[in-house]
Nanobody
Framework: QVQLVESGGGLVQAGGSLRLSCAASGRTFSSFTMGWFRQAPGKEREFVAAISSSGGSTYYADSVKGRFAISRDNTKNTVYLQMNTLNPEDTAVYYC????????????????????WGQGTQVTVSS
């Protein structure tokens, strides 16, 4: 088990940037594939980005590719999501999640691959 706590959400104007952080407890953080998901009101929770345990591989949803960047610092037990050129369609609660499954298995886009979830942080983009 790992406990995850997100931070960094807030209100930003369209075209702006935010950096989300997700701090993890426990000594096994560097073993987890980490993902970011988001859920807008009335919609399903959707995949945003994932990063391998070492940080060497990253994957993105098409809707955020080129605008968002996921990274991790295993010495700080933290994963980040840098979000640039935000638009109102990015408004959602953002969740980080941890998976024991290696990212190479291709399951990183599926919510069911992740065993541990944070409580979420609200991101609101105004037009």
């Amino acid at each position: 088990q790992v406990q995850l706590v997100e931070s960094g959400g807030g209100l930003v104007q369209a075209g702006g940037s935010l950096r989300l952080s997700c701090a993890a407890s426990g000594r096994t953080f560097s073993s987890f594939t980490m993902g970011w998901f988001r859920q807008a009101p009335g919609k399903e929770r959707e995949f945003v980005a994932a990063i391998s345990s070492s940080g060497g591989s990253t994957y993105y949803a098409d809707s955020v590719k080129g605008r968002f960047a996921i990274s991790r610092d295993n010495t700080k037990n933290t994963v980040y999501l840098q979000m640039n050129t935000l638009n109102p369609e990015d408004t959602a609660v953002y969740y980080c999640a941890a998976s024991w499954l290696p990212i190479g298995g291709g399951t990183y886009r599926s919510r069911t691959a992740y065993d541990n979830w944070g409580q979420g942080t609200q991101v609101t983009v105004s037009s």
